[in-house]
């Protein structure tokens, strides 16, 4: 079945460093890629998204490619602050999955002053 | 838009004990989600809702989870009865279909 994996976390960086955190993803056909983030104690929201294979989505200084020969969709940000510290799920939507979600296991960043 | 409105916002009960946890979408949408987020197994799909008619509840662990979807405003995840492995985080989401998933705040279950 549909899969997503990240790489392992906690990330920490300290402030203005580069941050790239990778995500791999299986899947039948072409889904529909996501980064949602979870600060602490809220719900999820969704960061960016990218439907179909060379898309770029961005949003906030981050930014992740469809990349459909590595079936990646790694999250790169170029100055991180201390607010970014959360943590950071990867996810897809299958074609014709109505709207059912598929997350990695999520990935914490912290950022230091 | 007052978002997705989840209650309790937290909740400590006794094993054997019935949970109720409560979903209002957010008015428009017509698809609802219900997950649960542990440190263990991560953010897990328990069931899903299109139009109010339950699509997939492959997720839901055992017969001690129950979800129903009476109208397009409210829906219920009941757990009877509770054990303390059930203790997580469990997030309400909506959604119109194939757009943007919007999370509630969760509610904190705590099984002792």
Known sequence: GDSVTQMEGPVTLSEEAFLTINCTYTATGYPSLFWYVQYPGEGLQLLLKATKADDKGSNKGFEATYRKETTSFHLEKGSVQVSDSAVYFCALEGRNQGGKLIFGQGTELSVKP | ?112
Not at chain 2, 20 to 45: A, D, V
Not at chain 2, 95 to 111: A, D, I
């Open chain 2, 1 to 112: 838009d007052a978002g997705v409105i989840q209650s309790p916002r937290h909740e400590v009960t006794e094993m054997g004990q019935e949970v109720t946890l409560r979903c209002k979408p957010i008015s428009g949408h017509n698809s609802l989600f219900w997950y649960r987020q542990t440190m263990m197994r991560g953010l897990e799909l328990l069931i899903y809702f299109n139009n109010n008619v339950p699509i997939d509840d492959s997720g839901m662990p055992e017969d001690r989870f129950s979800a129903k979807m009476p109208n397009a405003s409210f829906s219920t995840l009941k757990i009877q009865p509770s054990e303390p492995r059930d203790s997580a985080v469990y997030f309400c989401a909506s959604s119109q279909t194939f757009y943007e998933q919007y999370f509630g705040p969760g509610t904190r279950l705590t099984v002792t």
